[in-house]
């Protein structure tokens, strides 16, 4: 169910939300209705989300977060050890889970 970052081909730029210090807005799997189908070990992974639009991404900001623009998408496949440690391991893009 899920694609490996390594064999991700991500977009040109991409958007993040984030809440007002900065910080990574995560969510776990579970609270992802198309994602219902998985099992309980996974829906219970940590997630960030990726947008390829701004206003999609404005949707889902409130008003203590924000949307960042990440012009360079090879960021996440950098900071991936980085991103494990901090217990994320899935990134949520469009149609797709992605395993760190």
């Known amino acids: 169910t899920s694609v490996p970052i ?4 991500f977009p ?7 809440d007002d210090e900065i910080e990574l807005q995560t969510k ?5 209705p198309d ?3 998985l099992s309980q070990k996974e829906l219970s ?3 960030i989300q990726l947008f390829f ?3 999609l991404a404005k949707r889902f900001c409130s008003k203590e977060q924000k949307v960042i623009k990440v012009p ?8 991936a050890p980085v991103l494990i ?5 899935r990134i949520v893009f469009a149609e797709n889970l992605i395993a760190l």
């Open 35 to 37: 994602w219902q189908f």
């Open 12 to 18: 040109k730029t991409v958007y993040l939300i984030v």
């Open 85 to 89: 440690s901090k217990g994320i391991s």
């Open 28 to 32: 776990l799997l579970k609270d992802y």
């Open 53 to 55: 639009d701004i206003k």
């Open 45 to 47: 992974r940590t997630t």
């Open 72 to 79: 360079n998408t090879n960021v996440f496949k950098i900071a």
């Open 6 to 9: 390594s064999e991700m081909d």
